[in-house]
Nanobody, 124 residues
Framework: QVQLVESGGGLVQAGGSLRVSCAAS????????MGWFRQAPGKEREFVTG????????YYADSVKGRFTISRDNAKNTVYLQMNSLKSEDTAVYYC?????????????????WGQGTQVTVSS
């Protein structure tokens, strides 16, 4: 059974920074590309960022380019999302995702496994 466990969400003021993490089993990290999606109340789940299995290629939604950074530490089986210059519109539940294919497509249908989600709230 694949488990993706997020941590690090919380409340932050606009303009601030926050880092969320996602820990997974070793098997997941050697097999899957990883990514983050988010879902705000009343909206569809949307792609935020993704990183290839080896960590070489990264992908970002236009709305977060230049502010968010994804990274993965294969030794720790953990993927990180560093969020800077946060805006109120970044408020959402952030979901870790593992997928074999199409990490750059941003399509949630390509996701094989989801984490339980962590709430990020940005106050203005």
């Amino acid at each position: 059974q694949v488990q993706l466990v997020e941590s690090g969400g919380g409340l932050v003021q606009a303009g601030g920074s926050l880092r969320v993490s996602c820990a997974a089993s070793e098997r997941v990290f050697t097999t899957y590309a990883m990514g983050w999606f988010r879902q705000a109340p009343g909206k569809e789940r949307e792609f935020v960022t993704g990183v290839s299995r080896g960590g070489v290629n990264t992908y970002y939604a236009d709305s977060v380019k230049g502010r968010f950074t994804i990274s993965r530490d294969n030794a720790k089986n953990t993927v990180y999302l560093q969020m800077n210059s946060l805006k109120s519109e970044d408020t959402a539940v952030y979901y870790c995702a593992a997928q074999r294919l199409g990490v750059g497509s941003g399509n949630p249908l390509h996701v094989d496994y989801w984490g339980q989600g962590t709430q990020v709230t940005v106050s203005s």
